[in-house]
């Protein structure tokens, strides 16, 4: 009996491609550093607010420094962050990515 010991064909990486795509995902990570990053929200099913606004409904949020009800935006308008989960917008070409995720 035979063992096929044939090697695969190595897969051929465009380096000058990845370097391409490299460098636009830096300038586009330096310009959300530097300008703020997009963050939205949803309300978790748990919650005491999850009956606020379209059930599910991501929105715009900012965080803030006051105490627990530091996530500013959306149908109440102030929220813990037990309360809801983040997202963020890296490319509004892409759905929101999910940051925080309840326990």
């Known amino acids: 009996m035979e063992s096929d010991l044939t090697p695969s064909p190595l897969r051929v990486i465009d380096r000058d491609l990845l370097r391409k795509e490299f460098a636009a995902i830096e300038a586009r990570q330096a310009v959300l550093t530097d300008q703020g990053q997009k963050l939205m929200a ?11 606004g379209e ?7 900012c965080i803030g420094p006051i ?4 996530v500013f935006g959306g149908p109440g ?3 813990r962050l037990s309360d809801v989960d ?11 990515t999910q940051i925080t995720f309840e326990p």
């Not at 978790?44 to 009956?51: D, E, F, I, L, N």
């Not at 059930?55 to 949020?61: D, S, T, W």
């Not at 105490?67 to 530091?70: I, Q, T």
């Open 55 to 61: 059930e599910g409904a991501l929105f715009a949020v």
């Open 42 to 52: 949803r309300i978790r099913p748990r919650s005491k607010y999850h009956g606020q």
């Open 77 to 79: 308008g102030q929220y």
């Open 67 to 70: 105490g627990d009800y530091c």
């Open 86 to 96: 983040l997202f963020a917008v890296f490319d509004e070409t892409r759905p929101p």
